[in-house]
Structure formats: C-alpha cells, structure tokens
C-alpha cells in the first residue's frame, strides 16, 4: 500500500519524483502528491485525487515544479476519504515541514486534540498530518532533533520522508514496521518504499530497520539508530535491471508476469536440485529439530495462503505429520498451540506483510522456530524469521500474484521434500522421482502457455456471468480458492470456491440454469467422486468447464460443456501446472470486460496496514 520516493541531487527533483511513483502505482493507491523544495519558492505543493497522470499533468510532466530535493507519494485511502486535501505530502502550518507517510498513526486523535488545544488548524483528516504539525510544534531550528521527539510521541506503524525548509541540503526519513529502502547514487541521494522506484537510477541499496533515522544529502547518506548512534549500513546490489520491471511489449504486466512463470520456477528450483536431493543450503535449520517436529503451521495471507492450503495436503502426504494453515491476520488472535518442537513457516511476496510480521514475532515469542518463505532480499520478514528461503522470483509488479505464487509453491513442495530426506518419511527412490518431474514442470507450463488461444475462447463464452462457482476436492480443492481468488480480484466477478464434498450441505442450492462450475478433476485417486459432482451440478443446469490431466481429458470431456487439459505430472506436483490455465481463464475473463487488470479497484500489492 502506499508509495513514497525522495531524491536529493543536482537535477530537477519533480520528474524523477513523477517516474518514481509511476513504478509504484501497482502498489495501490488513490491520489498522488509532491513537495519539492525552491531556493527561490520554499517548500512547492502538488497533490491530486485519482491517478498519478492526474497529478503529472497538474505540474506539467514536473516542468512546472523547480528544485533538486523532494518527497512523493502515492496514498491508499486510511483515514479521510480520497480527496485532495487528504492526500500526501502534509505541510505543517507555517508550510516549513512538508512530509510523506506509510502506515498508521495509532495514537493520532490524541496528538491532534493536544495540538488543536494549543492552537494548531488542521487542514485534512488524516492521521499523518499530525507528524507534520507536531513536528513543527518541536522544532527549534534542527529537523533532525524535531524528528526524534516525534517519534518518540508517536505510536504504531510508519516509514516517513520529511523535507523541511531552512534545512533545504537534506531529507529525513524513518521506519517503524513499515519499509524503506535508501538509494546510493552520484552527488545524489534516494529513498523509496521499494526497490522498483530506485532501479532505473541506482543499483546500490540499503534497507532501514525498525527504529532508524536517515539523514540523505547530495554527498551521501548517514543513518542513525533510536538513540541517534550512527549505524553503518550495509549495502547490497540489486542483481535485477529495469527492463525486468517494464512491460517489454506485453499489454499488461500480469500477462508478462504469467508467461515468466516457467522461467522464474526453473530459477527457484534447479539450483535446490543436486544428484537426485533437495539441498537447501540456505536453511538454517539442524536435522535434528527437524526430525523431533510435532507441528507445522503455515501461516499467510491471500494467494500466499493458498500456497499453504495446498502445502498442507503436500506435507502431510510425505511427513505424516500436522500441518496447519492459519491466515496471518488470525493466527496471533487464536492462542495458537506452539513450542519449541513447532515450525512456523511464513510466506509473504514482499516480506513487508504487516499481518504475517506480527503472526512471525507471535510465533517467535511463543518459542517455535520460524522460517520465512519471501521474495524480497532484506525485506523485514526475512531479517526477523530464523530461517529464510528466498523464491528468486523477480519483480512481480502486477496486483494479482502469479509467477510469486508459483515460486512460493515450488519452494514449499522442495521444503517437505528436504524434510523427508531427513525424517526418512518417504523413500529416495520416490524423492528421487518427484525431483524429476520438478525439473519437467516449466516445459509443461511452456506447452498450456503455447495454447492460451484456447483459454482466450473459452473466456470470450463465460465473462459475462456474474457468479461463478470452483469444485473440486484434495489438492483440487486447493486450487480452486486460488482461482476463485483471481477472478474476482481483476475480474469483478463473485465467485467461490468449494470442496466438492460440500455441494450436498447447502451450496448446491445457489446452482440453477445457467450457473458456470469450473470443476478441476486432476487429481487421479478422487476423479470418479469428481465426476459424480459434474452429473450432480449439471442435473441442476449448470454449465461446467472442466479442468484435468491429458490422462483423464476423455472421460471428463463426456459430462461438461467445455474442457481445459494440462500435461500428466506426479501428483503432488499438479497444482503447479494447474494454477496456469486457472490464471489465463481469469486474466481473459478481465479483459474482455475491461478491467484494469494490473491495477484493480480497492486493491493494493502489499498490505503493511492491519
């Protein structure tokens, strides 16, 4: 949610501001603002409801805006509805302090009853404008020191830019739960929420902990801890380059994001893969906590979630032992039973989920081992869990998940893999099989991804349904809430997603002519009760696209209207193919109905927001 870019240096500061954020918009957001600081005109405002073109045309592609230090913001809507007024950046009152703000201020209607007593006239309904005017109400002269009372004041979640006036050859930024990324450049200085808005003009990054403050000039940055102690930052290269955030031709970058998708698992996997083994050098877990594991959980949110739904199934067939999912929103509320003998593993795109942090420290202060399965090098959840697998997805800038989802699942499949070995749960030779297939997936995801034609009509038939329901039982169960969950994400459509065991118990009641069922049949032991589904959904007049394997295309084809066959695989690893067809159904479907598919309503790319 949210973006934030700073920049200080020597060339004018609104149009790299402008660029920045464009390579934010897929975060979320609904209105757009810049400060940028004049020699000549103070501290200059533009901000604007609605999309960031809105804004960029206000000041003329950033032409009408001079100087060489600034802030901007892109702002998903928390407290105020979206309007003008609410949006970033936040100007104090004497218009000295401007400031741009991730996150929630929790304690912001006291601060503001405080300083409406003393005289201060807020101008917006926000929680973020009280940094702005408490920090005008502690400074004396060094925005630095202000900053520090501020944060001192303040309670919950916040990465903050401060641009201030009479201390115009420098930026202060700072972090509670929420990223910032620090930007190294020549006689330059940046600072971002995330990496993308960086890339095109520097490689070289750090990432600021809980507690820190940035000071950026034009010669460099220094960062200091909570008791203004200067930290020496690490600093990393970012080994992707900018071509892998852009469209490169393809009309959307979900479509770009679902066609990566064979070459992005063939990165997260092969090099895990050596003489017929799962060796994940990167997991810092000893054999011998693994072997005495009682529990696992998988805790997460959206598609991340669905990763574990379909982890749990793949888990307990080759450990035999408990695997629960739990949503990372829910999993801290539910005294969840864990111990030292339980692993707690993690998945987050970004590793900036606020919800999956707090279930993370939760895990941890209940004494269980964690083990974050994330995207993003240095993200918070990587640095806080005791172990982390990293997917080595790439930029993924498209709202709805695709290739993050299948290098998480991939990953946790290698993962239980791993731990048979070690448990003995399973046998080498089987192992040995699995891996093997593994390493056929991309080639098979490569085949669907040649026949999206196919896909495309099938979507041409069925988007204007405006209630679609997924059966399916076992891992296909598990498939279905994930494309149930991207087709109402881009598409706008209600849709649901059943374990087909369920029809029986109420929900064959919502079935009545004309109804679309997508029922997923891959999953060879439970076919023929997959069938029995079909008859029973079309006796009541649905229509039904089916989804299963080559092997079993034939059988499936004489009970539904339409069908989609993927390629034969070991069974646990036909998620991984079926997901794909799954994810074109959903994106064709949007796009015949003119959805904004990289950037759908109310949605944002990473929640850090409870």
Partial sequence: MCGIVGFIGSEPAA???????????????????????????GLQLAKAKGRLKVLSDIVDGGKSI??????????WATHGEPSDANSHPHLSDSGKIAVVHNGIIENYMEIKEYL??????????????????????????????????????????????????????????????????????QGCSFLASDVTALIK??????????????????????????????????????????????????????????????????????????????????????????????RIYVVACGSSYHVGVVGKYLMEKMLRRPVEVALASEFRYASPIVDEHSLVVVISQSGETLDTMAALREAKRLGAKTLAIVNVVGS??????????????????????????????????????????????????????????????????????????????????????????????????????????????????????????????????????????????TYAPLFEKDVSNVIEVKSRGATVLGLTTWQMAEELRKHTDTLIAIPDTHPLLLPSLAVVPLQLFAYYVALQRGCDIDKPRNLAKSVTVE
Avoid at 15 to 41: H, Q
Avoid at 67 to 75: C, D, E, K, P, W
Avoid at 154 to 175: E, H, K, M, T
Avoid at 394 to 421: D, M, N, R, W
Wanted: include cysteine; charge should be negative.
């Fill in 66 to 75: 001079h100087g060489t230090a600034g802030v901007g913001h892109t702002r």
């Fill in 380 to 521: 918070s959840i990587a640095k806080e869990a005791d172990s982390v697998l990293y997917t080595w997805a790439g930029p993924e800038i498209a709202v709805a998940t695709t290739k993050a989802y299948s290098t998480q699942l991939v990953v946790l499949t290698l993962l239980g893999l791993h731990f048979a070995q070690v448990m003995g749960t399973l046998p080498q030779e089987e192992i040995a099989e699995v891996l093997h297939q593994i390493r056929l997936i991309p080639t098979k995801m490569e085949e669907i991804l040649s026949r999206t034609a196919d896909i495309q009509y099938f979507a041409s038939q069925y988007f204007n349904h405006e209630s679609i329901f997924f059966i399916g039982r076992n891992l296909d169960y598990a498939m279905g809430l994930e494309g149930s969950l991207k087709l109402k994400e881009i598409s706008y459509i209600h849709s649901e997603a059943y374990a087909a065991g369920e029809l029986k118990h109420g929900t064959i009641s919502l079935i009545e002519p004309g109804t679309l069922v997508i029922a997923l049949a």
């Fill in 201 to 294: 003009y520097t490689k070289t990054v750090s990432y600021m902990e809980d507690g820190e403050l940035a000071i950026l000039t034009r010669d460099g940055i220094q960062v200091y801890d909570q008791l203004n102690c200067p930290v020496e930052k690490e600093k990393s290269t970012v080994d992707w380059d900018i071509s892998d955030a852009e469209k490169g031709g393809y009309e959307h970058f979900m479509f770009k994001e679902i066609m990566e998708q064979p070459e992005a698992y063939r990165k997260a996997a092969f090099p895990r893969i050596k003489n017929d083994r799962v060796e994940l050098e990167d997991l810092n877990l000893e054999e011998d906590f693994i072997r005495q594991l009682s």
């Fill in 116 to 185: 409406t007593a003393h005289g201060v006239v807020f101008h917006s309904d926000t929680d973020t404008e009280v940094v702005a005017q408490l920090l005008e109400y502690y400074y004396k002269g060094d925005i630095v020191e202000a900053t520090y009372k501020v944060l001192h004041r303040i309670q919950g979640s916040y990465a903050l830019g401060i641009v201030c006036a009479d201390n115009p050859d420098q930026l202060v930024a700072a972090r509670k739960d929420s990223p910032l990324v620090l930007g190294y450049g």
């Fill in 15 to 41: 149009p790299l501001l402008l660029a920045g954020l464009a390579r934010l918009e897929y975060r979320g957001y609904d209105s757009a603002g810049l400060a940028v600081y004049d020699s000549e005109r």
